[in-house]
Nanobody, 117 residues
Framework: QVQLVESGGGLVQAGGSLRLSCAAS????????MGWYRQPPGKQRELVAA???????NYADSVKGRFTISRDNAKDTVYLQMNSLKPEDTAVYYC???????????WGQGTQVTVSS
């Protein structure tokens, strides 16, 4: 079983930056997707940014140019650098992974990001 542990959320003023981290508890050899979703208050969970196993990176239009996803394979950690934050970025951010080796499909516990105006 793989556990995803997120960190780095918090309260920041509009225009500020935060970096989220998602560390997997086991070595990930092959994955289908790894990335970040968010769920704003009263809304559905949505994709923020994700890697695909084929080497592509997908971003939500609302974060393009402001957020950057990256990963450290040696640490089995995925990061989300968030710059120029806006109040509408306020949400619970979840790490997601769908891996083949080891076999896993699930979510982290979530980390709150609050952007004040």
């Amino acid at each position: 079983q793989v556990q995803l542990v997120e960190s780095g959320g918090g309260l920041v003023q509009a225009g500020g930056s935060l970096r989220l981290s998602c560390a997997a508890s086991r070595k990930i050899l092959i994955f289908k997707t790894m990335g970040w979703y968010r769920q704003p208050p009263g809304k559905q969970r949505e994709l923020v940014a994700a890697f695909t196993g084929g080497g592509n990176t997908n971003y939500a239009d609302s974060v393009k140019g402001r957020f950057t996803i990256s990963r450290d394979n040696a640490k089995d950690t995925v990061y989300l650098q968030m710059n120029s934050l806006k109040p509408e970025d306020t949400a619970v951010y979840y790490c997601q992974a769908s891996t083949l080796i080891p076999k896993f499909d699930g979510w982290g516990q979530g980390t709150q990001v609050t952007v004040s105006s």
